[in-house]
């Protein structure tokens, strides 16, 4: 089983749709969790945190479920410009060894 | 942006041949991790120097070694490349050697291609 799973998609949307991508997470011990986007060919980039209450920034909405190891993030209102990877990541006990999953593609389309 | 820089930006190397993969961290920055991420993969976790000494490695060979330097310069050499090497090879910097993912800044990155 992989550390971090995710959909890779790609996940394939008109702009101003809302988009959900899910991620589990195998080792209970983890410690903090986050998004990070990453553009084609460039480095990622944190997107946001997530913690157990819920956070939103703008449009966007990260989730977390410590008893189900899983976590989400919830896209509304999409944008052209939100067409990127997303890459849930795991970091266990607050080393900086960040897990990442494979990432989930997304393509808004006007 | 990040303040974190990486050389080369691109490179082809043959099978069999040695790299080294350099990295400029933030002024302060003592602790740099390296992650090598494959075409249509997530970025994985190589090993991580805090200090000048290695401080926790992932699921990779021997011929993956690194260096950290007191300018707060590091670097990845692999030995014996493979084809599967090829990989963009992102580092990392931060400080403290514990550390929260919110304050860790990625470079650009190395293209490396192995022939």
């Known amino acids: 089983r992989k550390e971090v799973e995710q959909d890779p998609g790609p996940f394939n949307v008109p702009e101003g749709a809302t988009v959900a991508f899910n991620c589990t997470y195998s080792?209970?011990?983890?410690?903090?969790f986050f998004w990070y986007r990453q553009d084609c060919r460039k480095e990622p980039k944190l997107l946001m945190s997530v913690y157990s209450s819920g956070n939103e920034d703008g449009r966007f909405t990260a989730q977390l479920n410590r008893a189900s190891q899983y976590i989400s993030l919830l896209i509304r209102d999409s944008k052209l410009s939100d067409s990127a990877t997303y890459l849930c990541?795991?970091?266990?006990?607050?080393?900086?060894?960040?897990?990442f999953g494979q990432g989930t593609t997304l393509q808004v389309k006007p | 942006e990040t303040g974190v820089t990486q050389s080369p930006t691109h490179l082809i190397k043959t099978r069999g041949q040695q790299v080294t993969l350099r990295c400029s961290s933030q002024?302060?920055?003592?602790?740099v991790s390296w992650y090598q991420q494959a075409l249509g993969q997530g970025p994985q976790f190589i090993f991580q120097y805090y200090r000048e000494e290695e401080n926790g490695r992932g699921n990779f060979p021997p011929r993956f070694s690194g260096l950290q330097f007191p300018n707060y310069s590091s670097e990845l050499n692999v030995n014996a490349l493979e084809l599967d090497d090829s990989a963009l090879y992102l580092c990392?910097?931060?400080?403290?050697?514990?550390?929260?993912?919110?304050?860790?800044?990625f470079g650009e990155g190395s293209w490396l291609t192995v022939v």
């Open positions: 080792n209970s011990a983890s410690q903090s």
């Open positions: 990392a910097s931060t400080f403290g050697g514990e550390i929260a993912g919110n304050t860790i800044y």
């Open positions: 002024s302060g920055h003592n602790t």
């Open positions: 990541v795991v970091n266990w006990g607050n080393t900086g060894k960040l897990i």
